[in-house]
């Protein structure tokens, strides 16, 4: 297909004004409760989400915090096209019109907010989180007085002069001098403008100054203040230690010798397991008819998986201990196969500063992509930076064993030049079976703000001399109704590494090719085995009202043609278009019903299609969930005068037993109509019957 570039140039203008494709978000955890009412027991459908933040603020730090009344208020940690934010979550909503009347009440404090709905997921987690935490009031978490003349101007994010630079280590030194002159009142205003001007060192600096002249006055309830809001700010500080310290001396400077001793004795409990997980299996069977012909089963399969957290906290140390396997039985073939994506250790010493995780694990080491078997190393003592170093042996599938013979050794880098900007440099070196398998030097980035975000790689391989990866994500929120998204992806595919010089070869593995071929010819392989590829996704969704939204995209593939070596064939260029139409409407019928309809068309080097798509979700009799799904496609062979018709019903469902236990099952039928003689009709049967647990 010859693709028109002014064909895409002038949709991409067109679709840019919408937005660029919708978020895949993950919910990983509820974090901490800022507000908690003794009334609330149970987790409710739905929730205003009031900002999404990159770490999470202490109540003293959260905008309009006294305007938000005695409503649930909390964290929700999230993944967002593998981004991690914090959002900033407000109530506990039955209904959608309950939460619209929420949203009217904060949309003048927070423009941004929206109403979202609880995915089954964040009900369980956040069930959980409410049943093991004690209620909390607003008041209790703010400073129990005034904090005098020292206060905490709220930081806006600019670039420092070099007036204000100058001025910001004239007056360290002032504060410093007329703390040692005892001019405590003299320290005090300049505290406070060293935390207006100065870098966040100086902040610090100021705070902690501001708590030792409340201090040295006996005014040990304003210190204390001080120092919960030191804490609340920079609670990975180098300095929070110490302050940590001043602050349990203070609550307990008023007790007698025995008193104290009690009360250091039960802040230190002993530590204890923390331990969760899930068990789960899954049945599939896939049954084939083609017209006159015997009907073949292709797929029969169980699958058992394990999930297993364990977490273990003392005063200085934390212990992670997570596993993630299971087995996959084959009925057809009488086999079964144990696969382990997971199996580590984690170990942090915050005294030490510094952390290991060691065992089967991935995104864990900067510039590996998989899983490996090895060990990282992480040191955290330095505040504006932290660097890793990481070695071990790459896993090809979570069906593998150890294998030495794919090994590695890097390091990483990490720091924040300015605060919403995050990098990691990193460095890697790959050898399998005795050959440079990869070398390569990359870096990730990510850049925040409060409507958006942008995360980047660049991956450059130095000894093939060739560009990897070039990747850039972003999500932008332009106003209530509208966000936009694009993806830009130019890279080697696959990855470019010496181990794929042996596809088409015959062997699996690069050492039994070192016995045909030289040094150099494998290398010319690897090189001959890889293409480059381009692909760009653009996006819009609006948002229509508070339960109809609309959903565009297009996307763009093409993949350069191989070489032909060693007597392997080329593989031909390719190049695929698509643009695909959402409708989708929550909570119409029912408060958390949910229903879209779906148009994609494709033009790709094989075919072109058109599908058409629609589901629904909704409560039925007996606590059970139904989920009706149905997908119609067209599609003409662009090598042949193959047409094809293909039709796809199938139905979901999913009942909750209880808090722990959930049963899911589905049957679907696939038939497919061939507009050619010799070409039999088919007609596919899927079923699948499951159970999780979690524990």
Same mark, same amino acid.
């Given at each position: ?73 909390? +964290? ?86 070099? $007036? ?27 505290? /406070? ?19 030792? %002249? ?8 304003? #210190? ?8 609340? =700010? ?13 602050? $349990? ?88 196969? =144990? ?7 984690? +170990? ?41 170093? $990481? ?37 890697? $070196? ?33 000894? +093939? ?41 015959? %062997? ?26 381009? /692909? ?36 031909? #260029? ?6 695909? #139409? ?101 007609? %596919?049967? #899927? =079923? ?8």
């Amino acid at each position: 297909m010859n693709f028109n570039w002014t064909k895409l140039l002038l949709i991409t203008v067109l679709f840019l004004p919408t937005r660029l494709f919708s978020a895949n978000v993950d919910v990983l955890a509820i974090e901490t409760f800022l507000i908690k009412p003794e009334t609330i027991e149970k987790s409710l459908p739905y929730v205003i989400n009031l900002a999404s933040l990159t770490k999470p603020l202490g109540a003293s730090r959260v905008k309009h915090f006294d305007k938000l009344g005695d409503r649930l208020l909390y +964290y929700v940690k999230v993944r967002v096209n593998g981004v991690i934010y914090f959002r900033l979550s407000l109530g506990n909503f039955a209904s959608m019109r309950l939460a619209q009347q929420g949203l009217i009440l904060v949309k003048q404090y927070y423009p941004d907010a929206w109403i979202a709905k609880r995915t089954g997921l964040e009900r369980k987690l956040l069930q959980g989180k409410l049943e093991s935490a004690e209620a909390t009031i607003a008041t209790q978490l703010k400073p129990a007085v005034p904090l005098s003349e020292f206060t905490v101007p709220v930081q806006k994010t600019k670039t420092s002069s070099n $007036h204000e630079i100058k001025l910001a280590n004239k007056l360290e030194n002032q504060a410093k001098e007329e703390f040692l002159n005892q001019n405590y009142h003299r320290v005090i205003k300049i505290a /406070n403008k060293l935390f207006e001007i100065g870098d966040q060192q100086q902040r610090q600096k100021a705070m902690e100054l501001a708590g030792l %002249v409340r201090e040295r006055q006996r005014k040990f309830a304003q #210190a204390i203040a001080i120092y919960l809001q030191f804490l609340d =700010l920079y609670p990975e500080s180098e300095l929070a230690p110490r302050i940590t310290a001043r602050l $349990h001396g203070l609550r307990t400077m008023d007790l007698d010798p025995r008193q104290r001793i009690a009360v250091q004795k039960q802040s230190r409990p002993e530590p204890e397991w923390n331990m969760r997980g899930g068990l789960s299996q899954y049945y599939r069977k896939d049954l084939i008819s083609r017209g006159e012909l015997d009907s073949e089963v292709v797929n029969q399969s169980l699958v058992s998986d394990l999930d297993l957290y364990a977490r273990k906290r003392s005063e200085n140390e934390t212990i992670v201990i997570r596993f993630d396997g299971g087995i996959v039985s084959d009925r057809i073939d009488d086999e079964s196969d =144990l696969r382990i994506s997971r199996v580590m250790i984690d +170990y942090t010493n915050t005294e030490a500063n510094y952390a290991l995780t060691g065992g089967r694990q991935s995104r864990t080491a900067k510039g590996v992509y998989g899983r490996f078997d090895g060990l990282v190393y992480q040191d955290l003592s330095h505040s504006s930076f932290d660097y890793s170093i $990481h070695g071990g042996f790459l896993v090809e599938s979570s069906f593998d064993g150890f294998n030495s013979d794919r090994r590695f050794v890097g390091t990483s880098l990490n720091f924040s030049p300015h605060e919403i900007l995050e990098i990691d440099v990193y460095l890697l $070196h790959q050898e399998s079976f005795g050959l440079v398998d990869r070398q390569a030097i990359g870096t990730e980035f990510q850049l925040r703000g409060d409507r958006g975000f942008l995360y980047g790689i660049i991956d450059y391989d130095t000894f +093939y001399g060739d560009l990897n990866n070039v990747t850039a994500i972003t999500n932008y929120r332009y106003d209530d109704q509208w966000t936009l998204n694009l993806t830009i992806d130019y890279r080697n595919s696959p990855l470019l590494t010496t181990t794929s010089a042996i596809q088409g070869q015959g %062997v699996e593995t690069l050492g039994e090719l070192m016995g045909l071929f030289t040094d150099e010819e494998i290398y010319q392989f690897a090189e001959d085995r890889t293409s480059k590829s381009q /692909n760009i996704f653009v996006g819009a969704s609006y948002r229509i009202d508070a339960i109809q939204q609309l959903d565009l995209s297009l996307s763009y593939a093409s993949v350069e043609a191989t070489e032909a070596s060693g007597g392997v064939s080329m593989v031909p #260029a390719s190049d695929d278009f698509h643009i695909n #139409a959402d409708y989708s409407v929550r909570g119409y019928f029912y408060s958390d019903d949910y229903t879209s309809t779906g148009l994609r068309l494709s033009d790709t080097s094989s075919a072109q299609s058109i599908s058409f798509r629609a589901r629904t979700r909704f409560p039925g009799p007996g606590d059970i969930r139904y989920d009706p799904r149905i997908r119609l496609d067209y599609r003409k062979s662009q090598t042949s005068d193959v047409e094809q018709w293909i039709l796809n019903p199938s139905m979901r469902m999913t009942y909750q037993y209880g808090r722990n236990l959930s049963f899911e099952g589905s049957f679907g039928i696939e038939y497919s109509n061939f507009d050619l003689p010799g070409l039999d009709d088919q007609t %596919v049967y #899927a =079923l699948f019957l499951g159970y999780v647990y979690q524990f």
